[in-house]
């Protein structure tokens, strides 16, 4: 918990995630999202000059599933979104749910420095941090 008493997004954020590069197709990505029950992963930056992306179980849903693409034939770039918002680890985690509602969001990297050191979904904020506050 912070020094002010307040939860912050490092408190409640997930440091286990998966990140893959874009050129991955969504059946490799698949292979390693099954086994850990992953509703996403997170794509490598090309550069220092890109930006982070994200691919979501529901972006393979809609973008290859009810579309009867290949899942070998689909790399992850062609169906992912980028840029995507990142919080700050010191972030309170209040200002981080008016943030996801603001911009309709449910999942963002935590970015600290230019590294990717977590993961925050609405699931930690509430399940992690709200409930923790009231039990």
């Known amino acids: 918990m912070s020094s002010n008493g307040k939860l912050t997004v490092a408190d409640v954020m997930t440091k286990e995630f998966l990140m893959l590069p874009g050129m991955a197709t969504v059946a490799e990505?698949?292979?390693?999202?099954?086994?850990?029950?992953a509703h996403f992963t997170l794509i490598e930056k090309?550069?220092?000059?890109?930006?982070?992306?994200?691919?979501?179980?529901?972006?393979?849903a809609k973008q290859v599933l009810a579309l009867d693409r290949s899942p070998h034939r689909v790399n992850l770039y062609e169906i992912m979104s980028k840029p995507v918002l990142s919080?700050?680890?010191?972030m309170n985690i209040?200002?981080?749910?008016?943030l996801f509602d603001r911009f309709?969001?449910?999942?963002?990297?935590?970015?600290?420095?230019?590294?990717?050191?977590?993961v925050v979904t609405y699931d930690a904020l509430v399940l992690r941090g709200l409930a923790a506050t009231n039990s």
Not at 29 to 37: D, G, I, K
Not at 87 to 90: A, D, E, L, S, T
């Open 29 to 37: 990505a698949l292979a390693q999202m099954q086994p850990v029950a």
């Open 46 to 60: 090309r550069s220092d000059a890109d930006e982070f992306g994200m691919v979501l179980v529901s972006d393979i």
């Open 87 to 90: 919080v700050r680890p010191g």
């Open 94 to 98: 209040r200002y981080c749910a008016r």
């Open 104 to 118: 309709g969001i449910s999942t963002a990297p935590v970015e600290d420095n230019g590294k990717i050191v977590g």
